[in-house]
């Protein structure tokens, strides 16, 4: 299995992951490998420690080089002003591309195969100094809060709700939206990524058409606010028991189903809550589930096998949740820091998950959500790719291969009869020459 990686100092890795090598025999592995190291180790200390120490403190450091992992660079160089923040895929004339939205405010586009930048925008607003309060907050600096592409264009979204929507090869003029600040998340459709849906602090969730939508001034290259309704726009719940207003801060969505005319959105909030939007029905949720976390939630993904919803908090936890009952069904352990990214295999039995400890981690889906492998990338991971072209053999295909390289190596019966005979001639004839040799003496 393969997966690609964005990080905060700017790079994009590609991580290889042998689906043959479970965890703990890469562990074990891997801990053999550093009692090996700490024994040579201790051999020759000469500062006056004792040997036993320096192989006990050694042996006891965590393992970050697993057996059957391999990872590399795949583009960029170490910037922090560089840093990754969001990043997506499309298909372009060069094939699958990464395209990524950067700290310092430049779009860039990345070719999968060779890591080649291929295009790259920077907004000269972007570095631009703010200060504005909203929400009791001052906003100092404008950051990516979502990305999508097509094949010809790239949408992106800042924090400060300035939507751009521009051709890659710059023929036509980029179309400007400006939505309220203190926007949080933004993503677009998964089959039409004309059409996106965006949500934030004290900000409903909003879903727009690029399509369809018109802004006041097209002349001028500003940000300027729609002039049209967008296609769909939620409202917020009913008061709480005390009749106080119940606050709304949008951290992510997915959109649950391939219909834009009237879209089904799952939103995580950072007051812990889970809702289900059907624009069928109405503009207020039809599920609002509240008591599924203890801590805010920040990143949410829909699985595309079963009606299930994976999220993740603020403290490390991964859940998951099924969507026809509300109830969580089962959560991922091991994790050290907050989740940013979580990607899902092609057939859904796989779960991966990456953030601020610097881990990759591969769960199982079902049954005991064993943790299946890891690899360390050595920087805080902000988004994590699983790249499905890279197909892992099955457990009944390893088998074969194993049985089938077993079958190779093994001599067969005729070879061995051959050699016996080969090696009878040889001593025969050396017997025979021995004996003429006497014969003559």
Not at 252 to 278: C, E, W
Not at 406 to 429: I, Y
């Amino acid at each position: 299995m393969r997966f690609y990686t964005a990080d905060e100092v700017g790079l994009v890795k590609g991580v290889d992951i042998d689906a043959k090598v479970p965890f703990l025999e890469a562990q074990a592995a891997a801990a053999k490998k550093l009692r090996l190291e700490a024994k040579s180790k201790a051999a020759k200390e000469i500062t006056g420690k004792a040997s036993a120490t320096v192989a006990a403190d050694q042996e006891t450091e965590d393992s970050t080089i697993l057996a059957g992992v391999e990872i590399w660079a795949h583009s960029g160089i170490v910037s922090r002003d560089k840093s990754i923040q969001q990043m997506t895929t499309a298909t372009t004339t060069e094939g699958e591309t990464f395209v990524v939205g950067r700290k310092n405010g430049a779009i860039e586009a990345i070719t999968k195969t060779e890591g080649r930048p291929i295009y790259e925008y920077v907004d000269p607003q972007f570095t631009s100094t703010a200060s504005i309060k909203h929400n009791g907050r001052l906003i100092t600096e404008r950051s990516f809060v979502g990305i999508g592409a097509t094949d010809e264009y790239f949408i992106s979204c800042t924090n400060l709700g300035e939507v751009r929507y521009q051709q890659f090869n710059g023929n036509q003029d980029p179309i400007l939206m400006k939505l309220p600040v203190d926007a949080c998340r933004m993503r677009t459709h998964g089959k039409d990524r004309n059409v996106f849906a965006v949500g934030g602090r004290e900000q409903e969730l909003s879903i727009w058409d690029i399509n369809t939508m018109t802004t006041g001034n097209s002349a001028i290259a500003t940000y300027t606010k729609p002039t049209n309704a967008p296609l769909f726009k939620s409202k917020n719940v009913a008061h709480d028991n005390l009749g106080l207003r119940v606050p709304v801060w949008i951290t992510d969505m997915q959109f649950l189903s391939d219909d834009t005319t009237n879209p089904h959105v799952a939103v995580s909030t950072g007051h812990k809550q889970i809702r289900i939007y059907d624009a069928k029905v109405g503009s207020q949720p039809v599920h609002d589930w509240n008591t599924v976390s203890k801590h805010p939630i920040y990143h949410i993904l829909a699985s595309h096998v079963k009606p299930e919803l994976f999220f993740a908090d603020n403290v490390g936890n991964l859940q998951q949740l099924d969507l026809r009952m509300g109830r969580v069904v089962g959560g991922y352990k091991g994790i050290a820091g907050a989740v940013r990214s979580i990607a899902l295999s092609e057939d859904g039995a796989m779960v991966a998950e990456a953030g601020l400890d610097r881990f990759v981690r591969v769960y199982e889906t079902d049954g005991m959500r064993r943790l299946l492998h890891r690899a360390y990338v050595k920087q805080r991971v902000t988004h994590v790719h699983w790249d499905w072209s890279v197909k892992d053999l099955t457990h009944d295909e390893i088998e074969q291969q194993e049985v089938d390289e077993l079958w190779d190596n093994m001599d067969t019966f005729h070879n061995k009869a051959s050699s016996k005979s080969e090696k009878k001639k040889k001593r025969t004839a050396t017997a025979g020459v021995k004996r003429k040799t006497a014969a003559s003496s």
